[in-house]
């Protein structure tokens, strides 16, 4: 299936993380998949560490020969981000990374709760980098699953944190939150 603009959106992940200021930077990624993004991180940040969450042990063990040659710098997780206790027991990060998961939480009204369970576990110069689908005319019909721009702001507003639009294309939004 093809996945246009994906590379802009991880380029654009890419170039936030490096405006941290630092190389060495641990990173969490919500809804991890098949390590599209991971790779593409591990390969243009070669001091990260990475840490991939994902409730599916098919989608860790596609990462896993996908990411074969970085393994000693990846931690697989496996969690289910939809319950309320997923982020139980992890440690803090630098920074938190997710790519079209939002919506797998199959409703725009547990965005809140979820963005805040992430910032409970960033550190306090941490930056979370969110990317979904939007809500809109050039962009996803069901406005229960999916939110507005707007929409997707205010939750992270909610949550606690600031956010900013790092790069809308494609029907996809990607937001800065600090």
């Known amino acids: 299936m093809s996945r246009p603009h994906r ?12 405006n941290l200021g630092s190389s060495e930077l641990s990173i969490l990624e919500l809804g991890s998949g098949p390590g599209f993004l991971a790779l593409h ?9 990475m840490y991939l ?13 996908r990411l074969a040659s970085f393994l000693d710098r990846v931690t697989f997780i496996e969690r289910d981000f939809k319950r ?11 920074a938190i990374v997710t790519v079209q998961a939002v919506h797998e939480l199959r409703h725009k009204s547990y965005a809140i709760d979820f963005h805040r369970g992430v910032k409970g576990l960033l550190n306090p ?14 962009g996803m019909k069901n406005n229960e699953l999916y939110m507005s721009i707007d929409e997707q702001k205010s939750a992270l507003v ?3 944190f600031t956010a900013s639009e790092v790069l809308v294309l494609g029907g996809r939004v990607l937001f800065s939150a600090d």
């Open 7 to 18: 590379e802009d959106f991880f380029e654009a992940i890419t170039q936030q993380l490096q």
């Open 125 to 138: 110069q941490g930056t979370y980098l969110v990317c979904d689908h939007y809500f809109g005319d050039d």
């Open 53 to 65: 969450l994902d409730f599916s042990p098919a989608m860790h063990e596609l990462s896993r020969v």
């Open 158 to 160: 909610a949550a606690g």
């Open 41 to 49: 991180l591990l390969s243009g940040l070669p001091s990260i560490s």
């Open 84 to 94: 309320s206790d997923w982020s139980d027991g992890l440690k803090s990060f630098d």
